[in-house]
């Protein structure tokens, strides 16, 4: 709706109901929000989708899923690639790992972490080669689109890769500015100071958000799912920000013992993102590859990898109000309670366990 409003002239920031009509007709549409929703992608996003918006609405939408299936297939291949499988068993995983629940779930809600996957693990290879401006114009892209891989900057620091970094900051800026200056000045201040703010106060306390952030604000504050709950904002606040900090500290100080500070970094790279669904667990592909091949890990490792694997338990719905707090505590909330175990576990290492990945 936002790319065909920008070919249109139209302000592709403008409230979702006055847009839907670039749907077209017998397209699927969500329908009345209970705020006033806008699209909240970033304008490189709507900027890429705009050669998708010639085309009618199913049409589009199934060439993103092609494209989407095929770059995240490709980024899993090149992974499973770098331990040395034969390039048919690697066509094979890059094929099968589409099967997962969680990429099922992006592809069904027509995500885009195919592609923000193959970023990562593109910068993550021209790392490892040494290649630095390849190792920051795939991040950099990658926090023009998504925004919360900005932090990706504390692994190169603490790996004092200097010309990857400035080559992210820089290509990262040049990316962003040049995607508003498309997309218009004046619609880009209303996605960060209307759309975005709007947004997140909504959705912060979902009880499918996954992040830190939603730690704090689902159970500190009222919203949609609790309208009874307690409420203390301020003290909400004041809680996300020391999880927040505790999840940059650990990044900066995660030895990496199995994955490499690279891939160490990544579970608190989504738990410190404001609003982190489910599909964002396609990130973790590379943790998942590594216990395949690799093996020997603890139990409660390969079970937090299992529910990395699975997100969500899809038994349960799209949550109603009035979600009960032992839905929260034992369904929805198990990804995030994965992705710490995971996070954690990179400062143990067993006896006759080695490096993953060694970057």
């Known amino acids: 709706m936002s790319a065909s409003a920008l070919i249109h002239g139209s302000d592709p920031y403008a409230p979702l109901s006055s847009l839907v009509h670039y749907l077209g007709p017998n397209s699927s549409y969500f329908g009345a929000s209970t705020f006033e929703a806008r699209n909240v992608h970033t304008p490189l996003d709507v900027v890429l989708i705009v050669p998708l918006a010639v085309f009618p609405y199913r049409v589009a939408r199934i060439l993103w899923l092609l494209i989407m299936a095929i770059l995240a297939a490709l980024a899993t291949g090149l992974t499973v690639r770098t331990f040395g499988v034969s390039r048919e068993w690697s066509t094979v ?5 589409l099967a997962l629940p969680i990429f099922q779930k992006d592809l069904v809600y027509a995500q885009s972490h195919g592609l923000l996957l193959l970023l990562f693990v593109s910068a993550w290879l021209a790392l490892r080669k040494g290649k630095d401006r390849g190792t920051g114009f795939a991040l950099g892209a990658a926090s023009a689109w998504k925004l919360f891989p900005a932090l990706m900057v504390i692994p190169l620091i603490r790996l004092k890769r200097w010309r990857a970094l400035g080559w992210m900051i820089g290509s990262g800026a040049v990316i962003g500015l040049t995607s508003a200056l498309i997309v218009g000045l004046t619609p ?15 959705w912060r306390s979902a009880p499918m958000n996954l992040s830190a952030a939603g730690i704090a604000y689902r159970w500190l504050t009222r919203s949609y799912w609790r309208p009874q709950g307690v409420n203390v904002p301020a003290l909400a606040t004041t809680v996300v920000v ?6 940059v500290v650990a990044m900066f100080a995660t030895p990496g013992r199995r994955m490499g500070i690279y891939w160490g970094v990544m579970p608190f790279l989504l738990l410190v993102s404001p609003l982190a669904w489910d ?5 973790m592909t590379p943790f998942l590859i590594g216990a395949l091949v690799h093996g020997g890990r603890r139990a ?8 990395i694997a699975i997100g969500i338990p899809p038994w349960l719905p799209g949550p109603p109000a009035l979600v009960p707090d032992i839905a929260q505590l034992l369904g929805y909330a198990l990804p995030t309670y994965a992705l710490i175990v995971l996070g954690i576990s990179e400062w143990r290492s067993a006896d006759n366990e080695q490096l993953v990945y060694s970057v």
């Open 93 to 97: 995983c890059a094929i099968g790992v």
């Open 188 to 202: 880009t201040r209303e996605f960060i100071s209307r759309a975005t703010p709007k947004n997140f106060e909504f």
């Open 242 to 247: 020391i999880l927040i900090a505790l999840c």
């Open 279 to 283: 599909t964002y667990l396609v990130l």
């Open 300 to 307: 409660p490792t390969m079970i937090a990898l299992a529910i």
